[in-house]
């Protein structure tokens, strides 16, 4: 079947550190893959995207590549903010719907 | 190009009650999905909608049910409710065109069952 595994939080980070969250996935066929993302109170916003083996999605200094070896989708970025924590949810697609991960909340103090 | 709106942002019932959630996707978009989001159970598959026609359902009992109205605005029905359906629920669109799968999603209703 189609799942979604991420890595359990919290991760708590200091301002400016490296982030990598970990993302590996089971799917029949070829999915499209995104990271979503869940600031407090709010709904899910698309965080990036990638559609493609090798394809690499990035946005607001995010990124994530899409492994097809090692069925993986890490997100990573390089620099984190105090306003980056939220919660962050891995999803494949089908063409039914999206299938998550269970989301890995992210705390950043200054 | 306004977003994916949902109504009402919270909603508060009883045991037993009947709930009704509404959606309305980004002009364009013909597909609607629910997600539930429950404390502790991540996001769960409810319901897709797409051309007015209910497409897809996931894991779930009879009692939730919705529709699609002409105008693609959608509506989310949860008959005999139980305590275990307080949750957060997710609305999103898509235009199921070229960038298909690409889900839009709306605020959230907080469904809270006393």
């Known amino acids: 079947g189609n799942s979604v595994t991420q890595m359990e939080g919290p991760v708590t980070l200091s301002e400016e550190a490296f982030l990598t969250i970990n993302c590996t996935y089971t799917?029949?066929?070829?999915?499209?893959l995104f990271w979503y993302v869940q600031y407090p109170g709010e709904g899910l916003q698309l965080l990036l995207k990638?559609?493609?083996?090798?394809d690499k999605g990035s946005n607001k200094g995010f990124e994530a590549t899409y492994r097809k070896e090692t069925t993986s989708f890490h997100l990573e970025k390089g620099s984190v903010q105090v306003s980056d924590s939220a919660v962050y949810f891995c999803?494949?697609?089908?063409?039914?719907?999206?299938?998550f991960g269970t989301g890995t909340r992210l705390q950043v103090f200054p | 190009e306004a977003g994916v709106t949902q109504s009402p942002t919270h909603l508060i019932k009883t045991r037993g009650q009947q709930a009704t959630l509404r959606c309305s996707p980004i002009?364009?978009?013909?597909?609607v999905y629910w997600y539930q989001q429950a404390l502790g159970l991540g996001l769960q598959f409810l319901l897709w909608?797409?051309?007015?026609?209910?497409?897809n359902r996931g894991n779930f009992p009879p009692r939730f049910s919705g529709r699609q109205f002409p105008n693609y605005s959608s509506e989310l029905n949860v008959n005999a409710l139980e305590l275990e359906d307080s949750a957060l629920y997710l609305c999103?669109?898509?235009?199921?065109?070229?960038?298909?799968?690409?889900?839009?999603f709306g605020p959230g209703t907080r469904l809270t069952v006393t």
């Open positions: 999103a669109s898509s235009d199921q065109g070229p960038l298909s799968y690409e889900q839009y």
């Open positions: 799917a029949t066929g070829y999915p499209s």
């Open positions: 990638a559609t493609k083996a090798d």
């Open positions: 999803a494949l697609s089908r063409t039914d719907k999206l299938i």
């Open positions: 002009s364009g978009h013909t597909s």
């Open positions: 909608y797409d051309e007015g026609e209910e497409r």
